[in-house]
């Protein structure tokens, strides 16, 4: 097997968790590289480490892994995750290796997956990609992190978003689609979600080469229509699905704030959504 890298986010919630992936490797004698670095050294550690190894093992929450993924798309590359992360959407959802022992199995055996990627703009999301209340939402809780503890952080962030949010006049066009909305939500996801009493939200497929659209029908996110969505059939919000690409047109703004699988950053409008199949490859759980 060839040196593989192994490439740890300091500033991940659990980065001092990867000690027990790092002595495992040692133990079973797997040659590694590692790369401990901060978050702003991770993109150009990835582009480094794709002309030279074959296998990049990546620690971290899903922002991390959707950085790497930025680069290791439509390559050769097998991307491994190392679950450091606050809650690590993605590897639950896959059922990616969960601990260093599943891991080494899947090394071993060469177990992958290929999946699907979303991309906007040319950036890619392996989750979803969401404008309006969650941009705001996760900008403060980025701020509130260097209080409280990342959990604590997403109360008063919410309760924030909840009060300053604003709407926004987009319009939303494909091959079956032409919405004009003034909205507070939007969010386009690679594949699928599929809703769960109360709350849970989860892809049951990674391959359908689909891009879900979900967006409030009009007007800002209040508590009272969160209920109404759980709990009755009158709900605020919609949910399309689209083999296409997706575009959003925004009026009067050239720049837009997006979340990337929980990331913030501006792009420049007009959006345009789209999927790549087969595009990203994984490594999995042993069968």
Known sequence: MNTIAVIINNKAKNHTESKTYLDAF????????????????????????????????????????????QYCIN???????????????????????????????????????KIDVGTVNGFVFLNNASIG?????????????RIYSKWLSYIPSFI???????????TI???????????SFLMVSNNLYSYEFPITLKRMSFHTSQLGLYFLKHGKIRLLKIMKH???????????????????????????????DGDNKKVKAPLLFKILPNSLTLLTMSS
Not at 90 to 112: F, R, V, Y
Not at 164 to 169: C, Y
Not at 175 to 181: A, G, I, P, T, V
């Open 26 to 69: 040692k133990e079973t004698q797997l040659i590694y590289k590692l790369y401990e670095i901060s978050p702003k050294q991770l993109a150009l550690t990835i582009q480094k480490c794709i002309s030279k190894h074959k296998i990049i093992l990546v620690g971290g929450g899903d922002g991390t892994i959707r950085t790497a993924a």
């Open 75 to 113: 390559t050769p590359i097998i991307l491994g995750v190392l679950p450091l992360g606050t809650l690590n959407h993605l590897a639950k959802e896959l059922g990616l290796p969960q601990n260093a022992k599943d891991l080494i199995d899947s090394l071993q055996k060469n177990q992958t997956v």
């Open 133 to 145: 209340f969650y941009p705001q939402f996760a900008n403060k809780r980025d701020l509130y992190t």
């Open 160 to 170: 924030h978003s909840l009060k300053k949010h604003r709407t926004i006049s987009l």
């Open 173 to 183: 066009k494909s091959k079956d689609l032409n919405l004009f909305l003034r909205t």
């Open 230 to 260: 759980l709990f009755t059939s009158d709900s605020q919000f919609e949910i399309h699905q689209s083999k296409l690409p997706i575009e959003v047109h925004f009026n009067n703004k050239k720049e837009i704030t997006i979340s990337l």
